[in-house]
Nanobody, 128 residues
């Protein structure tokens, strides 16, 4: 079993930056692809970014490309999401997720159904 805890959310003005962290415990996620999703009020949960277990491959939804960067430190069992040039439409609860699916070093997943473990979420609010 894996427990995921997100942190780093908060209130920021448009154009600002935040770095979210997702710390895993209970079981190592070194060999697990991980991802970030978000859910705005009244909307479906949507994919944001994904990273392979090795960190060699990453993938982003179009709306965050060039602004967000996903990374991981397997020694710390932690995944990060660096968010720059934030926009009001980025306001949402951000969730990290992990999956124990057998994966090669470059595999990532972008469907929520492919993930088995989820954190409780951290709120990001971007004011205009």
């Amino acid at each position: 079993q894996v427990q995921l805890v997100e942190s780093g959310g908060g209130l920021v003005q448009a154009g600002g930056s935040l770095r979210l962290s997702c710390a895993a415990s209970g079981r190592t996620v070194i060999s697990q692809p991980m991802g970030w999703f978000r859910q705005a009020p009244g909307k479906e949960r949507e994919f944001v970014a994904a990273i392979s277990w090795s960190g060699v491959s990453t993938y982003y939804t179009d709306s965050v490309k060039g602004r967000f960067t996903i990374s991981r430190d397997n020694a710390k069992n932690t995944v990060y999401l660096r968010m720059n040039a934030l926009k009001p439409e980025d306001t949402a609860v951000y969730y990290c997720a992990a999956t124990p699916r057998t994966s090669n070093s470059g595999t990532y997943y972008y469907r929520a159904t492919e993930y088995d473990y989820w954190g409780q979420g951290t709120q990001v609010t971007v004011s205009s």
